[in-house]
């Protein structure tokens, strides 16, 4: 199975669960609690998952990092963000430096 149809099928996965029945889908549970709960676990997802690059072992990193994607998923679901608005905005970086140009700036 492709894994670049796995977003997008998580995508449709959460959208159909954001409404669901709290007591089967952690997806309903989280959305239950409001943003604030989904932002919050984002946050913590994403602590541990600078915790495992710093002092954790490689399948630890790649769990980590599965567990901040979903939640991230999960938040942009819950504010009605459509994955293709960010890859398109992903698109559009591509081929620009990272490096800006700071105008009077030495740092
Ligand atoms: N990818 C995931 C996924 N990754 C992690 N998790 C859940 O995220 C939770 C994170 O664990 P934590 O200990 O941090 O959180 P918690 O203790 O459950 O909750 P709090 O204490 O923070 O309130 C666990 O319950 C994991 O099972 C996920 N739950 C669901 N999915 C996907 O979402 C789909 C829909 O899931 P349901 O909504 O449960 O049907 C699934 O088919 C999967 O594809």
Redesign the pocket.
Known sequence: MEHSDTLA??EA??G??LQ?DPT???????NA?GVG?IA??VG??AT?TVIAALSGDHDELVGEA??LI??L??LLGAKGVPLAQVLAELQRREGTSGIVEKAGRSN
């Open positions: 099928r998580l996965t959460i159909q669960r669901g089967a889908s952690y997806v309903a549970k989280l609690k709960k919050q676990k913590e997802e541990e599965a567990d979903f939640h998923m999960v």
